[in-house]
């Protein structure tokens, strides 16, 4: 008996497509998608009791592995004491700061409960301090599924051909200026044309939302150099960039001072915390002080915020990052190895504990580099692991993610697989 078919038989009944966020429902690869039970470290299982070396790791969160003892050990604690107060709490203060000493730039800090919220409230401060109306963001890059942000966004639109939603009005999206990501040119003539009347630029700044994709040098000068010269702000929207790619985030890496950040995924250490920040004078415009209005019921709880400060702890300990990274390194240059060996099409990449495998020879920089892979490659990959235990992203537009409880022995585990399947789909496909 398949149990996992039999509850998805049951959630199609009764919530749309059978899931609580599109991507789950496997639309892109086809297949029942797996409805988990419990997990534990780098392992996830199914229904089925079927065990997975999970590379998902609840799309970022999990990076210190899943139900960390410590963590578990932290929100249980909270939880005894109560589970929202909707008034200030100690632990709120901490969290902000323990941010702030890891992410500079963010001088001043307001937690939010999701990264949606994150980049919706960031965007809003961007157009109360500058007065203006304009936006540009890029094709590819997704910020949650706020209206004026659902233009050109990743992932779960790409993978079912909607660029963007039904149910946004134009009037709402014609703010929303798209670019082509990693092209300096197009962004110096849309500054050169209309740069007074651009509040801000939001930018995934190394890109996980059309497969992973780091924003250029070039393109990262070019992005603060511009914003800065006409007065605009430059939003960078770490939401899984942040304490992913590098402790500091991708701002860390790239030497840049975004004038607001958007976090969210790992500071909630697999609960709803998400947060926004940045130069101390725009976040001044935040009610109470200012009149941009942004407010949460459940904004800050102290459960979820337990959970966030254990795993802000935990991935500051001595060689947290140098472990994560090379962890990832050795599954992102394995693969590549495999799959050239077996002579199929095939590059990836990776940074701190983040990587992205592309079914072409040539590495993606933009999402039209991305729409040339080969996606009968990635699904048949896909399902072939699936089918041996490893769970990669249910898309070819995701990236993917190791964490702390990935030994060496799970990631040779997972090559050892992978030439296997590789083996598999060269004869097949
Ligand atoms: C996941 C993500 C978001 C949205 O966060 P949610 O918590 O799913 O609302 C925004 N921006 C980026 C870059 C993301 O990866």
Redesign the pocket.
Known sequence: MDRNQQLFEQAKAIIPGGVNSPVRAFGSVGGIPRFINKAQGAYVWDENQNRYIDYVGS?GPAIVGHAHPEVVAAVCQAAEKGLSFGAPTENEIRMAEEIRHIMPSMEQIRLVS???EA?MSAIRVARGFTGRDNIIKFEGC???HSDSLLVKAGSGLLTFGHPSSAGVPEDFSCHTLVLPYNDVEALQQIFTSQGDSIACVIV?PIA??MNMIPATTEFVKALRTLTEQHGSLLIY?E??TGFRVALGGAQSIHGIKPDLTTI??IIGGGMPV?AFGGRADIMACVSPLGAVYQAGTLSGNPVCVAAGLKTLEIIQRPNFYTTLSARTQELSNGLAAIAHEANIPFSTRSIGGMFGFYFTAELPNCFADMQHCNQVLFKAFFHTMLSRGVAFAPSAYEACFVSAAHSSEIIADTLGLAAEAFTEIARTV
């Open positions: 799309w999701s990264g949606t980049t997704y910020h949650g995934e996980g939302n929207d939401v899984m969210g995924k998400a």
